[in-house]
């Protein structure tokens, strides 16, 4: 019911022409719609790619009013479906109040947008930009919701250097709202957990810098959100082991009378290969899956030079994870040894990505990316064996995207996009409708986008 | 690796138009004529820098000296919107669009009116408080203040 609401509101406003912005007693209201479809050669990217997909759209509604010279009011109601992400729930993107009381110092009060990088605040607005994908890399469609906004408040501003240019400050401290069916419910489904009952987010620290420096059109910039989450999950695990090895180990269900060492890891082409033989002991874990001290820091530049934009974010996650007993609050024991189940765990994940585009005329635009992300910094080959499992990542290690986008605007309303991605690597990706995967594989995009 | 090579080649042509083709999406300052900011008679000032004035059009300074607001407007597609630009916001058309549509979208500000003829533009910033505007330099001030901009 709601996709077909949707349609028909993106049909009634294609039909509309050119619609504008519009004005109520001094509530300003604008929109915006975008469509796309997705399809993939083999895998599923966050959605049934494979097949081809028309899951894939967005819509914004805004509303907002001065109340004063230096005081304003806004808010934004956005629905959006990305396959398993979203399914067109109306949500409150942003709500806060804003009080500007100098250029260098400003406060908001309400739900914020994220300063995560130098595009996180804008992610939702396919009319501003060249691709119809950010860089999975930084901007993982996965985390989308999870980063998107804060409930709290924030102090910014610029501060005039001289001769150095500006510095844009912004910090943030709040909470984050995160659905049990959101990126990270997938995330962890990706390494075998079977249910996610509850995702509890404590308080978020969000830091941004942005110099303005004298070399017109340069900026640099830096931000770090610092959060701690805890998961109410569950696994369903089998005891048993592969006729190759005849090592005993817990395995859990991925398919239909397939079954994968948990957490998932390895190529899956091997569970297919060799016979499990299940040894009659099946345990089903509730538990609560932590990661805390999540660091999160990425350094960014953007280069503007007349209708020539490039782009380099460089991101790092530092955190520890640990899997406790929900009863006991102690690390979960194997029920056959006694032992940890899985011991604390840190990692420190690494992606960047370098992007360029260029509009050659009013109405045409091409851009180009290279993303990489990587599972592990010390792990990018994917051969780090895991002490649990007893098998290694292999491409699930890193994603590696070349992209290419064209960008045509109709008219200063409408615009169409076309995108190819060329992947290496399964970081966080879906087998195909058969089960299969495959280690280097395409992604096609296109999306027809509507502001007023 | 094809795909890779077809990635690094499409930048270095990327990179390559702007220099080879210098201002091929972006009117040169001889073909658009020259523009003049002018203001609402009441705006307590004669002359702006450079810098207050591309504050205003990003949304970083809000209020005149006098506390009063500032009302921003612009025109639609033309020589005199984008030699503007170009000369006090430093931005092309489409990034200032783009820009706008960012601030208005993350709830960070409210985007200029824009007017289809310079004419109306000039009608309005004289009889709004606070306006500021601007036009080409051929065009009648119908009673807005010029200021300088140094």
Redesign the interface.
């Known amino acids: 019911m709601k996709k077909i609401t949707i349609f028909t509101l993106f049909v009634s406003l294609m039909l509309s022409g050119s619609p504008q912005a519009y004005e109520f007693g001094g509530v300003t209201i604008h929109g915006f719609v975008s469509q796309g479809y997705l399809k993939s050669d083999d895998n599923n990217y966050v959605a049934d790619t494979e097949d081809g997909t028309t899951e894939f759209n967005e819509i914004g509604v805004n509303f907002s009013a001065p109340m004063a010279e230096k005081l304003s009011v806004g808010m934004q109601f956005f629905s959006r479906d990305m396959g398993d992400f979203g399914n067109n729930d109306l949500i409150v993107d942003w709500a806060f109040i804003d009080y500007s009381w100098e250029k260098w110092l400003g406060f908001r009060i309400g739900k914020i947008k994220v300063p995560y990088g130098f595009y996180n605040e804008t992610r939702d607005i396919d009319a501003s930009r060249t691709f119809i994908l950010l860089p999975t890399s930084i901007y993982a469609e996965m985390s989308r919701e999870s980063y998107s906004s804060l409930n709290g408040a924030s102090i910014y501003g610029d501060i005039p250097l001289s001769m150095l240019g500006t510095l844009n400050y912004q910090f943030q401290f709040g909470r984050i709202d995160i659905d049990n069916d959101s990126g990270i419910a997938y995330r962890l489904s990706t390494a075998g957990f079977s249910t996610i009952n509850e995702v509890d987010v404590d308080d978020v620290y969000v830091s941004s810098l942005i110099w303005e420096t004298p070399l017109e059109g340069l900026r640099v910039g830096w931000s770090n959100m610092l959060l701690e989450i805890d998961v109410d999950a569950g696994i369903n695990m089998v005891y048993g082991y592969y006729i190759n090895t005849a090592t005993p180990m817990w395995v859990v269900p991925i398919g239909p009378g397939v079954w994968a060492p948990f957490p998932i890891g390895v190529d899956p082409p091997d569970y297919y290969i060799h016979t499990f033989v299940d040894m009659d002991v099946e345990v089903d874990l509730e538990m609560l899956y932590r990661v805390s001290d999540l660091d999160v820091d990425i350094f960014s530049v953007e280069y503007i030079y007349d209708d020539l934009i490039i782009a380099f974010e460089y991101m790092t996650e530092k955190l520890e994870t640990v899997i406790l007993d929900k009863d006991t609050m102690d690390l979960y024991e194997n029920p056959l040894t006694g032992e940890p189940l899985l011991p604390s765990n840190e990692l420190e994940t690494k992606s960047y990505y370098i992007s360029a585009s260029y509009r050659f005329c009013d109405w045409f635009e091409l851009g180009a990316y290279y993303s990489v992300a990587y599972y592990n910094k010390d792990d990018k080959d994917g051969e780090l064996i895991d002490p649990l499992s007893g098998v290694a990542k292999g491409a699930r290690a890193w994603l590696k995207d070349d992209c290419v986008t064209a960008r045509f605007d109709i008219n200063e309303n409408w615009a169409l996009k076309l995108e190819h991605h060329s992947m290496d690597g399964l970081f966080y990706i879906q087998p195909d409708n058969d089960g299969n995967i495959d280690k280097n594989w395409h992604l096609y995009a296109a999306k027809l986008t509507l502001r007023f | 690796m094809k795909?890779?090579l077809?990635?690094i080649l499409?930048?270095l042509v990327?990179?390559g138009?702007?220099f080879l083709f210098?201002?091929?999406?972006?009117e040169t300052a001889a073909s658009s004529g020259d523009v003049v900011v002018i203001c609402n008679p009441g705006v307590p000032t004669d002359s702006l820098s450079k810098a207050f004035l591309r504050?205003i059009y990003t949304g970083?300074?809000?209020?005149w000296s006098d506390?009063?607001?500032i009302v921003f407007v612009v025109l639609k597609?033309s020589k005199a919107h984008k030699r503007f630009l170009k000369q006090y916001v430093?931005?092309?058309?489409?990034?200032f669009?783009?820009?706008w549509?960012?601030m208005?979208?993350?709830?960070?500000g409210?985007?200029p009116q824009k007017f289809s003829s310079e004419e109306k533009l000039v009608q309005y910033v004289k009889n709004t408080e606070g306006a500021i505007g601007y036009i080409s330099s051929s065009t009648n001030r119908g009673g807005a203040k010029v200021v300088a901009v140094q």
């Open positions: 795909d890779r077809v990635v499409l930048f990327l990179a138009t702007v210098p201002g091929t999406a972006t504050d970083k300074q809000k209020v506390g009063k607001k597609r430093r931005k092309t058309e489409s990034q669009q783009n820009y549509v960012n208005v979208f993350s709830g960070k409210q985007a």
